[in-house]
């Protein structure tokens, strides 16, 4: 049974940091990309962080490139979400999703139930 549980999100003021985990399992971690997606109220779901399979390449939105930083552990099946200098648009809630497969190519699409963040003062 394939599971993305997200964990780490909360309430948090102007300027400050979260990190979000994501912890995976009944499915091969390793072999496949892994995204951050955000959903903002009244907002379409958007890609926030991209990373590869062996975590060699990452990617990033132009509204958090510089703030945001993703990674994994792959000895550990879970994959991060590292938010730094968080605004009051970056509220939202934070899913995990799994991506393409490396050997495949073929998108997974494996979602977790989200993790809200709430940037407020």
């Known amino acids: 049974q394939v599971q993305l549980v997200e964990s780490g999100g909360g309430l948090v003021q102007p300027g400050g940091s979260l990190r979000l985990s994501c912890a995976a399992s009944?499915?091969?971690?390793?072999?496949?990309?892994m995204n951050w997606y955000r959903q903002r109220p009244g907002k379409e779901r958007e890609l926030v962080a991209s990373?590869?399979?062996?975590?060699?390449?990452?990617n990033y939105a132009d509204s958090v490139k510089g703030r945001f930083t993703v990674s994994r552990d792959n000895a550990k099946n879970a994959v991060y979400l590292s938010m730094n200098a968080l605004n009051f648009e970056d509220t939202a809630v934070y899913y995990c999703?799994?991506?393409?497969?490396?050997?495949?190519?073929?998108?997974?699409?494996?979602w977790g139930q989200g993790t809200q963040v709430t940037v407020s003062s």
């Open positions: 009944g499915f091969t971690f390793s072999m496949y990309d």
């Open positions: 990373i590869t399979s062996r975590g060699g390449l990452t």
């Open positions: 999703n799994a991506g393409r497969n490396l050997i495949t190519g073929r998108p997974a699409n494996f």
